[in-house]
Protein backbone atom coordinates (compact mmCIF):
# COMPACT_ATOMS: atom_id res chain seq x y z
CA UNK A 1 0.00 0.00 0.00
CA UNK A 2 1.63 3.52 -1.08
CA UNK A 3 2.09 6.24 1.36
CA UNK A 4 2.26 9.16 -1.00
CA UNK A 5 0.80 10.88 -4.08
CA UNK A 6 4.08 11.75 -5.65
CA UNK A 7 4.42 7.62 -5.08
CA UNK A 8 1.66 6.94 -6.90
CA UNK A 9 2.11 9.10 -9.52
CA UNK A 10 5.18 7.88 -10.58
CA UNK A 11 4.47 3.87 -10.15
CA UNK A 12 1.16 4.43 -12.28
CA UNK A 13 3.79 6.46 -15.06
CA UNK A 14 6.18 3.44 -15.05
CA UNK A 15 2.65 1.57 -15.21
CA UNK A 16 1.44 3.40 -17.93
CA UNK A 17 4.89 3.18 -20.47
CA UNK A 18 4.60 -0.55 -19.51
CA UNK A 19 1.30 -0.59 -20.77
CA UNK A 20 2.23 1.65 -23.79
CA UNK A 21 4.41 -1.02 -24.96
CA UNK A 22 1.56 -3.94 -24.67
CA UNK A 23 0.54 -4.33 -27.92
CA UNK A 24 -1.80 -6.82 -30.13
CA UNK A 25 0.15 -10.36 -29.93
CA UNK A 26 -0.97 -14.02 -31.50
CA UNK A 27 1.36 -15.56 -28.69
CA UNK A 28 -0.59 -17.08 -25.66
CA UNK A 29 1.34 -16.92 -22.71
CA UNK A 30 0.25 -19.31 -19.45
CA UNK A 31 -0.74 -17.55 -16.50
CA UNK A 32 -3.82 -17.68 -14.17
CA UNK A 33 -7.61 -16.86 -13.31
CA UNK A 34 -9.04 -15.87 -9.98
CA UNK A 35 -9.65 -19.09 -8.68
CA UNK A 36 -13.20 -18.71 -7.38
CA UNK A 37 -13.28 -19.72 -4.42
CA UNK A 38 -16.67 -18.53 -2.68
CA UNK A 39 -16.43 -19.06 0.49
CA UNK A 40 -13.23 -16.72 0.91
CA UNK A 41 -14.29 -13.48 2.74
CA UNK A 42 -11.45 -11.67 2.49
CA UNK A 43 -11.70 -8.73 4.56
CA UNK A 44 -13.83 -10.24 7.16
CA UNK A 45 -10.83 -10.06 9.63
CA UNK A 46 -10.37 -6.37 9.69
CA UNK A 47 -12.49 -3.40 10.36
CA UNK A 48 -14.33 -0.92 8.04
CA UNK A 49 -12.46 1.49 8.67
CA UNK A 50 -10.64 3.76 5.42
CA UNK A 51 -6.85 3.03 4.81
CA UNK A 52 -5.25 6.24 3.36
CA UNK A 53 -6.44 5.02 0.21
CA UNK A 54 -9.27 3.40 0.14
CA UNK A 55 -12.77 3.87 1.25
CA UNK A 56 -14.89 0.45 2.09
CA UNK A 57 -18.75 0.01 2.28
CA UNK A 58 -18.91 -3.39 4.09
CA UNK A 59 -20.99 -6.00 3.81
CA UNK A 60 -21.68 -6.01 -0.15
CA UNK A 61 -20.84 -9.65 -0.10
CA UNK A 62 -18.62 -10.55 -2.58
CA UNK A 63 -19.30 -7.74 -4.71
CA UNK A 64 -17.55 -9.90 -8.04
CA UNK A 65 -18.82 -7.33 -10.66
CA UNK A 66 -20.33 -3.54 -10.68
CA UNK A 67 -22.33 -1.52 -13.04
CA UNK A 68 -23.26 2.32 -12.91
CA UNK A 69 -26.40 3.43 -13.80
CA UNK A 70 -25.36 6.22 -16.44
CA UNK A 71 -26.15 10.14 -15.20
CA UNK A 72 -26.70 8.89 -12.06
CA UNK A 73 -25.68 7.99 -8.54
CA UNK A 74 -26.58 4.48 -8.39
CA UNK A 75 -23.85 2.17 -8.63
CA UNK A 76 -24.93 -1.93 -8.50
CA UNK A 77 -22.99 -4.53 -7.12
CA UNK A 78 -23.52 -8.17 -7.71
CA UNK A 79 -23.04 -10.93 -4.63
CA UNK A 80 -20.98 -13.96 -5.37
CA UNK A 81 -22.41 -16.13 -2.75
CA UNK A 82 -25.57 -17.46 -1.89
CA UNK A 83 -27.93 -15.24 -0.58
CA UNK A 84 -25.58 -12.35 -1.48
CA UNK A 85 -28.11 -11.40 -4.42
CA UNK A 86 -27.29 -7.39 -5.71
CA UNK A 87 -27.02 -4.56 -3.88
CA UNK A 88 -27.64 -0.93 -4.89
CA UNK A 89 -25.23 1.76 -3.73
CA UNK A 90 -25.59 5.31 -3.40
CA UNK A 91 -22.20 6.86 -4.60
CA UNK A 92 -23.13 10.48 -2.84
CA UNK A 93 -23.64 8.58 1.03
CA UNK A 94 -22.11 5.11 0.55
CA UNK A 95 -25.62 3.95 1.39
CA UNK A 96 -25.49 0.46 0.58
CA UNK A 97 -29.58 -1.66 0.09
CA UNK A 98 -29.90 -5.35 -0.83
CA UNK A 99 -32.05 -4.69 -3.73
CA UNK A 100 -33.57 -7.46 -4.86
CA UNK A 101 -36.13 -8.95 -2.23
CA UNK A 102 -37.76 -11.18 -4.61
CA UNK A 103 -40.80 -8.95 -3.45
CA UNK A 104 -44.29 -9.22 -5.34
CA UNK A 105 -43.43 -5.96 -6.77
CA UNK A 106 -40.33 -6.58 -8.14
CA UNK A 107 -41.42 -9.68 -10.45
CA UNK A 108 -42.95 -8.99 -13.77
CA UNK A 109 -42.51 -11.89 -15.45
CA UNK A 110 -42.67 -11.67 -19.36
CA UNK A 111 -43.87 -15.61 -20.38
CA UNK A 112 -43.65 -14.17 -24.27
CA UNK A 113 -40.19 -13.39 -23.97
CA UNK A 114 -39.03 -15.75 -22.18
CA UNK A 115 -41.78 -18.97 -22.27
CA UNK A 116 -38.97 -21.19 -20.96
CA UNK A 117 -38.32 -19.53 -17.35
CA UNK A 118 -39.84 -21.74 -14.73
CA UNK A 119 -40.04 -18.83 -11.85
CA UNK A 120 -38.38 -15.93 -9.97
CA UNK A 121 -35.08 -16.49 -8.38
CA UNK A 122 -35.21 -17.08 -4.82
CA UNK A 123 -33.61 -13.92 -2.83
CA UNK A 124 -32.32 -16.26 0.34
CA UNK A 125 -30.27 -18.14 -2.86
CA UNK A 126 -29.26 -15.85 -5.31
CA UNK A 127 -26.03 -15.94 -6.52
CA UNK A 128 -25.27 -12.91 -8.84
CA UNK A 129 -21.85 -12.92 -10.42
CA UNK A 130 -21.50 -11.04 -13.83
CA UNK A 131 -23.98 -8.30 -14.60
CA UNK A 132 -24.38 -5.87 -17.64
CA UNK A 133 -26.28 -3.21 -17.68
CA UNK A 134 -28.07 -2.01 -21.24
CA UNK A 135 -30.14 1.46 -21.66
CA UNK A 136 -33.40 0.43 -23.93
CA UNK A 137 -35.14 2.65 -26.64
CA UNK A 138 -37.95 3.73 -23.78
CA UNK A 139 -35.45 4.88 -21.48
CA UNK A 140 -35.11 1.95 -19.26
CA UNK A 141 -32.57 -0.33 -18.61
CA UNK A 142 -32.27 -4.00 -19.01
CA UNK A 143 -30.07 -5.63 -16.20
CA UNK A 144 -29.09 -9.41 -17.16
CA UNK A 145 -27.19 -11.19 -14.19
CA UNK A 146 -25.63 -14.67 -13.85
CA UNK A 147 -27.13 -16.34 -11.29
CA UNK A 148 -25.72 -19.92 -9.64
CA UNK A 149 -28.03 -19.48 -6.34
CA UNK A 150 -30.58 -22.80 -7.08
CA UNK A 151 -29.80 -22.63 -10.89
CA UNK A 152 -27.28 -21.89 -13.55
CA UNK A 153 -29.18 -19.16 -15.59
CA UNK A 154 -29.07 -15.53 -16.62
CA UNK A 155 -31.42 -13.75 -14.77
CA UNK A 156 -32.95 -10.83 -16.92
CA UNK A 157 -34.46 -7.56 -14.98
CA UNK A 158 -36.01 -3.90 -15.92
CA UNK A 159 -34.57 -0.77 -14.26
CA UNK A 160 -36.67 1.95 -14.19
CA UNK A 161 -35.64 5.32 -12.79
CA UNK A 162 -38.50 7.21 -10.74
CA UNK A 163 -39.26 10.69 -11.09
CA UNK A 164 -37.00 11.37 -7.71
CA UNK A 165 -34.35 10.05 -9.24
CA UNK A 166 -34.00 6.47 -7.81
CA UNK A 167 -34.16 3.45 -9.54
CA UNK A 168 -36.61 0.19 -9.39
CA UNK A 169 -36.17 -3.43 -10.10
CA UNK A 170 -38.40 -5.75 -11.84
CA UNK A 171 -37.72 -9.36 -12.37
CA UNK A 172 -38.55 -10.38 -16.66
CA UNK A 173 -37.66 -13.99 -16.82
CA UNK A 174 -34.41 -15.78 -17.62
CA UNK A 175 -32.47 -18.15 -19.75
CA UNK A 176 -31.07 -20.98 -18.30
CA UNK A 177 -28.02 -22.50 -18.97
CA UNK A 178 -26.99 -25.89 -20.79
CA UNK A 179 -26.71 -28.38 -18.32
CA UNK A 180 -23.24 -28.87 -16.83
CA UNK A 181 -22.14 -25.02 -17.41
CA UNK A 182 -21.82 -22.13 -14.95
CA UNK A 183 -21.97 -18.57 -16.72
CA UNK A 184 -18.91 -16.40 -15.75
CA UNK A 185 -19.82 -13.18 -17.14
CA UNK A 186 -22.95 -11.79 -19.35
CA UNK A 187 -22.93 -9.04 -21.89
CA UNK A 188 -25.67 -8.41 -24.75
CA UNK A 189 -26.39 -6.88 -28.35
CA UNK A 190 -29.47 -4.30 -28.40
CA UNK A 191 -31.66 -7.07 -30.15
CA UNK A 192 -32.06 -8.71 -27.19
CA UNK A 193 -29.25 -11.62 -28.02
CA UNK A 194 -27.20 -12.11 -24.62
CA UNK A 195 -24.16 -13.46 -24.43
CA UNK A 196 -22.89 -15.95 -21.64
CA UNK A 197 -18.78 -16.74 -21.06
CA UNK A 198 -17.92 -20.13 -19.42
CA UNK A 199 -14.77 -20.27 -17.59
CA UNK A 200 -14.58 -24.19 -17.54
CA UNK A 201 -16.61 -26.39 -19.27
CA UNK A 202 -17.36 -30.12 -17.71
CA UNK A 203 -14.24 -32.18 -18.27
CA UNK A 204 -11.46 -29.01 -17.99
CA UNK A 205 -10.10 -27.49 -14.96
CA UNK A 206 -8.66 -24.01 -13.23
CA UNK A 207 -5.17 -25.72 -13.93
CA UNK A 208 -5.68 -27.03 -17.31
CA UNK A 209 -6.13 -22.60 -18.45
CA UNK A 210 -3.77 -21.58 -16.15
CA UNK A 211 -1.53 -23.87 -17.95
CA UNK A 212 -2.65 -22.24 -21.32
CA UNK A 213 -4.89 -25.03 -22.26
CA UNK A 214 -8.63 -24.41 -23.72
CA UNK A 215 -11.41 -24.76 -21.50
CA UNK A 216 -13.93 -22.14 -21.51
CA UNK A 217 -16.12 -20.73 -24.55
CA UNK A 218 -18.65 -17.81 -25.53
CA UNK A 219 -22.32 -19.03 -25.82
CA UNK A 220 -25.72 -16.98 -27.08
CA UNK A 221 -29.07 -16.76 -26.79
CA UNK A 222 -30.99 -15.42 -29.14
CA UNK A 223 -34.60 -14.23 -28.56
CA UNK A 224 -36.97 -16.69 -29.34
CA UNK A 225 -34.36 -19.64 -28.78
CA UNK A 226 -34.93 -22.49 -26.81
CA UNK A 227 -31.46 -22.72 -25.07
CA UNK A 228 -27.97 -20.96 -25.16
CA UNK A 229 -25.74 -22.56 -28.19
CA UNK A 230 -22.13 -22.55 -28.48
CA UNK A 231 -20.51 -19.87 -31.12
CA UNK A 232 -17.19 -22.05 -32.41
CA UNK A 233 -13.96 -20.30 -32.11
CA UNK A 234 -14.76 -18.79 -29.13
CA UNK A 235 -13.17 -21.46 -27.00
CA UNK A 236 -10.29 -19.63 -24.89
CA UNK A 237 -8.12 -20.53 -21.50
CA UNK A 238 -10.56 -19.55 -18.91
CA UNK A 239 -13.12 -17.31 -20.68
CA UNK A 240 -14.27 -14.51 -18.24
CA UNK A 241 -15.19 -10.88 -18.99
CA UNK A 242 -17.10 -9.97 -21.67
CA UNK A 243 -18.58 -6.97 -23.66
CA UNK A 244 -20.41 -5.79 -26.74
CA UNK A 245 -19.47 -3.11 -29.01
CA UNK A 246 -21.86 -0.08 -29.02
CA UNK A 247 -22.19 -0.74 -32.77
CA UNK A 248 -23.40 -4.53 -32.15
CA UNK A 249 -20.90 -5.52 -34.80
CA UNK A 250 -18.30 -6.83 -32.05
CA UNK A 251 -17.46 -8.84 -28.56
CA UNK A 252 -15.09 -8.97 -26.57
CA UNK A 253 -13.57 -11.62 -24.30
CA UNK A 254 -11.62 -11.95 -21.52
CA UNK A 255 -9.09 -15.02 -21.79
CA UNK A 256 -7.66 -15.67 -18.21
CA UNK A 257 -5.28 -17.81 -19.25
CA UNK A 258 -3.70 -15.77 -21.51
CA UNK A 259 -4.55 -12.66 -19.79
CA UNK A 260 -6.02 -11.14 -22.80
CA UNK A 261 -8.68 -9.54 -24.36
CA UNK A 262 -9.81 -10.62 -27.67
CA UNK A 263 -12.03 -8.83 -30.49
CA UNK A 264 -14.60 -11.20 -32.19
CA UNK A 265 -16.37 -10.29 -35.44
CA UNK A 266 -20.25 -11.02 -34.48
CA UNK A 267 -20.31 -11.97 -38.55
CA UNK A 268 -17.54 -13.89 -38.03
CA UNK A 269 -16.68 -15.13 -34.64
CA UNK A 270 -14.89 -17.99 -36.22
CA UNK A 271 -11.80 -16.22 -36.37
CA UNK A 272 -10.31 -13.56 -33.61
CA UNK A 273 -9.87 -9.91 -35.48
CA UNK A 274 -7.37 -8.84 -32.44
CA UNK A 275 -6.31 -9.91 -29.44
CA UNK A 276 -4.34 -8.00 -26.80
CA UNK A 277 -2.19 -9.34 -23.89
CA UNK A 278 -2.65 -7.04 -20.71
CA UNK A 279 1.02 -5.76 -19.59
CA UNK A 280 1.43 -7.21 -15.99
CA UNK A 281 -2.04 -7.92 -14.64
CA UNK A 282 -5.03 -10.48 -15.19
CA UNK A 283 -7.91 -8.60 -16.47
CA UNK A 284 -11.17 -9.87 -14.83
CA UNK A 285 -14.31 -8.26 -16.32
CA UNK A 286 -14.51 -5.82 -18.92
CA UNK A 287 -17.24 -3.25 -19.39
CA UNK A 288 -18.00 -0.04 -21.12
CA UNK A 289 -17.87 2.75 -18.56
CA UNK A 290 -17.93 6.37 -19.82
CA UNK A 291 -17.43 6.16 -23.24
CA UNK A 292 -14.40 4.16 -21.82
CA UNK A 293 -13.55 0.14 -22.39
CA UNK A 294 -12.78 -1.10 -18.81
CA UNK A 295 -10.77 -3.67 -17.61
CA UNK A 296 -9.45 -4.31 -13.96
CA UNK A 297 -7.91 -7.32 -12.40
CA UNK A 298 -5.21 -8.40 -9.92
CA UNK A 299 -1.34 -8.09 -10.29
CA UNK A 300 0.03 -10.76 -12.72
CA UNK A 301 3.58 -11.28 -11.28
CA UNK A 302 3.21 -10.31 -7.15
CA UNK A 303 6.04 -10.54 -5.28
CA UNK A 304 4.03 -10.47 -2.13
CA UNK A 305 2.66 -14.05 -3.27
CA UNK A 306 5.60 -15.88 -4.93
CA UNK A 307 5.48 -14.65 -8.54
CA UNK A 308 2.51 -15.70 -10.96
CA UNK A 309 -0.09 -18.56 -9.99
CA UNK A 310 0.88 -21.67 -9.76
CA UNK A 311 0.02 -25.28 -10.66
CA UNK A 312 0.73 -27.98 -7.82
CA UNK A 313 0.12 -31.46 -7.94
CA UNK A 314 -1.90 -30.59 -10.72
CA UNK A 315 -3.93 -28.04 -9.10
CA UNK A 316 -3.97 -24.28 -8.93
CA UNK A 317 -3.42 -22.57 -5.86
CA UNK A 318 -6.35 -20.91 -4.30
CA UNK A 319 -5.25 -17.32 -5.52
CA UNK A 320 -5.92 -16.33 -1.64
CA UNK A 321 -2.79 -14.37 -1.31
CA UNK A 322 -2.90 -10.29 -1.21
CA UNK A 323 -2.03 -8.74 -4.68
CA UNK A 324 -1.63 -5.58 -5.97
CA UNK A 325 -4.30 -4.54 -8.89
CA UNK A 326 -4.19 -2.87 -12.24
CA UNK A 327 -7.58 -1.18 -13.41
CA UNK A 328 -6.89 0.17 -17.20
CA UNK A 329 -8.82 1.33 -20.58
CA UNK A 330 -8.54 -0.67 -23.46
CA UNK A 331 -8.51 1.00 -26.95
CA UNK A 332 -10.63 -1.83 -28.62
CA UNK A 333 -9.16 -0.14 -32.22
CA UNK A 334 -5.79 -0.54 -31.68
CA UNK A 335 -6.15 -3.17 -29.12
CA UNK A 336 -3.73 -1.67 -26.53
CA UNK A 337 -3.88 -0.68 -22.73
CA UNK A 338 -3.70 2.77 -20.99
CA UNK A 339 -3.23 2.64 -16.81
CA UNK A 340 -6.07 4.44 -14.89
CA UNK A 341 -4.88 3.04 -11.43
CA UNK A 342 -2.68 0.73 -9.64
CA UNK A 343 -1.75 -0.65 -6.19
CA UNK A 344 -0.15 -2.98 -3.70
CA UNK A 345 -1.43 -5.48 -2.01
CA UNK A 346 -3.86 -3.89 0.64
CA UNK A 347 -4.58 -6.43 3.76
CA UNK A 348 -7.95 -4.85 3.75
CA UNK A 349 -8.98 -5.47 0.40
CA UNK A 350 -8.19 -8.39 -2.31
CA UNK A 351 -9.35 -10.17 -5.63
CA UNK A 352 -10.11 -6.90 -7.74
CA UNK A 353 -12.54 -7.86 -10.40
CA UNK A 354 -14.33 -4.89 -11.66
CA UNK A 355 -13.97 -1.38 -11.79
CA UNK A 356 -16.41 1.76 -12.39
CA UNK A 357 -15.70 5.37 -12.29
CA UNK A 358 -18.21 7.71 -11.07
CA UNK A 359 -17.32 11.56 -11.01
CA UNK A 360 -13.85 11.30 -10.70
CA UNK A 361 -14.10 8.48 -7.99
CA UNK A 362 -12.95 5.01 -8.47
CA UNK A 363 -15.30 2.15 -7.37
CA UNK A 364 -13.63 -1.61 -6.90
CA UNK A 365 -15.48 -4.99 -6.92
CA UNK A 366 -14.13 -7.81 -5.74
CA UNK A 367 -14.64 -11.97 -6.08
CA UNK A 368 -13.03 -12.24 -2.43
CA UNK A 369 -13.96 -9.68 -0.13
CA UNK A 370 -16.82 -8.87 1.78
CA UNK A 371 -17.03 -4.82 0.80
CA UNK A 372 -16.44 -2.47 -2.28
CA UNK A 373 -14.11 -0.48 -2.10
CA UNK A 374 -13.40 3.49 -3.56
CA UNK A 375 -10.98 5.87 -3.80
CA UNK A 376 -10.25 9.26 -5.68
CA UNK A 377 -8.80 8.24 -9.03
CA UNK A 378 -4.61 9.61 -9.05
CA UNK A 379 -3.71 12.83 -9.78
CA UNK A 380 -7.03 14.30 -8.01
CA UNK A 381 -7.29 16.21 -4.96
CA UNK A 382 -8.86 14.97 -2.55
Not at 84 to 112: C, E, H, V
Not at 243 to 264: C, I, N
Not at 306 to 313: C, E, N, Y
Request: charged residues 20%; hydrophobic residues 40%.
Amino acid sequence: MTSAVPRWSIRELIWAVVAALCTPASGAAPVADPGRSVGSRIGSDHTCDPTEELRFICGVEHPEDLAHIPGTPWLIASGFSDGAGLKLIDTRTDAMQFWYTGASDQRAPDKTEFPLCPSAPEAALFNAQGINLRKMADGRYRLYVVNHGGRESVEVFTVELLRNGEPVLAWKGCVLMLPGMAANSVASFSDGTILASVLTRPGTTIADFVEGRKTGAIYEWKPGSRSFALIPGTELPGNNGLETSPDDREFYVVAFGWHAVLAFSRAHPDREFRKAIAAGFMPDNIHWDNGRLIAAGMTLDEPACGGVRKVIDGKADGMLCHRGYVVAELEPHTMSFKVVAYAEPNPDFNGVSAAVVVDNELWLGSYQANRVAHRRLPGLPR
